[in-house]
T-cell receptor
Framework: DTGVSQNPRHKITKRGQNVTFRCDPI?????LYWYRQTLGQGPEFLTY????????KSRLLSDRFSAERPKGSFSTLEIQRTEQGDSAMYLC???????????FGPGTRLTVT | GQNIDQPTEMTATEGAIVQINCTYQ??????LFWYQQHAGEAPTFLSY????GLEEKGRFSSFLSRSKGYSYLLLKELQMKDSASYLC??????????FGTGTRLQVFP
C-alpha cells in the first residue's frame, strides 16, 4: 500500500498562468477529496468525488477551478488564470468504500508570483 | 452555520498528559476525526469517534459527546515528537471534513 500520492510536490508559477495538479488515491478507495490549506489555518474543503462522479463543490471553488476524476481512479485539479491568493497547499485525501477515515497525500504547495 | 473551536496553542512537558478540547457546530454530523499535522507535512489520521464515549489507541485517546457538541484528544506520556498541530474535524452529512485552525502543541524537555 503506497498511500495517497500527489504531483508535483511544489509548483511556482506566474500570475495568470494555468496549473494542473494530480492526485493518485490509495488503491480501491472510491472517495476522493480536495482541500486547500493556507498558513496557520486548517484545511478547507474544495470538492469531493465518489468514483467518477463529482458530488459536491465548495463555494470557495470559483469558475477558475475545475476538478476531474475521469475513470474513478486518479484526479486532477486545474486552476486557470492563477492569482496570488491561490498560493496555498493543495491536499488530496481518499477514503475507502467501507470506512469513513480520510487519508491525506503529501500535498502540492503552490506559489503564485 | 459551521464552527469549530479549539485552543490556538498549548504547551506541556515531556512525560506529561495533555487534553485538547474541541467544540463544534455542523450541518449534520457523521463522526469526528482528530488529525496530527507536523509543520510542512500533510495531516495524519489519529482517531475517529461516531458514538458517545472514549476511544483509546495507545498513548492517544479521544472522547465524544454528541449532545454537547464536544470532543477532546488526550495525549499521555508526551514525547518531543508529539510537538505538532492537532486538528479537530467533524464530518458533516455529506462526509466532508470541517477543520478548525487546529491547536499547536509544543512539548518541552
Amino acid at each position: 500500500d503506497t498511500g495517497v500520492s500527489q504531483n508535483p510536490r511544489h509548483k511556482i508559477t506566474k500570475r495568470g498562468q494555468n496549473v494542473t495538479f494530480r492526485c493518485d488515491p490509495i488503491s480501491e478507495h472510491n472517495r476522493l477529496y480536495w482541500y486547500r490549506q493556507t498558513l496557520g489555518q486548517g484545511p478547507e474543503f474544495l470538492t469531493y468525488f465518489q468514483n467518477e462522479a463529482q458530488l459536491e463543490k465548495s463555494r470557495l471553488l470559483s469558475d477558475r477551478f475545475s476538478a476531474e476524476r475521469p475513470k474513478g481512479s486518479f484526479s486532477t485539479l486545474e486552476i486557470q488564470r492563477t492569482e496570488q491568493g491561490d498560493s496555498a497547499m493543495y491536499l488530496c485525501a481518499s477514503s475507502p468504500r467501507t470506512g469513513y477515515e480520510q487519508y491525506f497525500g503529501p500535498g502540492t504547495r503552490l506559489t503564485v508570483t | 452555520g459551521q464552527n469549530i473551536d479549539q485552543p490556538t496553542e498549548m504547551t506541556a512537558t515531556e512525560g506529561a498528559i495533555v487534553q485538547i478540547n474541541c467544540t463544534y457546530q455542523t450541518s449534520g454530523f457523521n463522526g469526528l476525526f482528530w488529525y496530527q499535522q507536523h509543520a510542512g507535512e500533510a495531516p495524519t489520521f489519529l482517531s475517529y469517534n461516531v458514538l458517545d464515549g472514549l476511544e483509546e489507541k495507545g498513548r492517544f485517546s479521544s472522547f465524544l459527546s454528541r449532545s454537547k457538541g464536544y470532543s477532546y484528544l488526550l495525549l499521555k506520556e508526551l514525547q518531543m515528537k508529539d510537538s505538532a498541530s492537532y486538528l479537530c474535524a467533524p464530518s458533516d452529512n455529506t462526509d466532508k471534513l470541517i477543520f478548525g485552525t487546529g491547536t499547536r502543541l509544543q512539548v518541552f524537555p
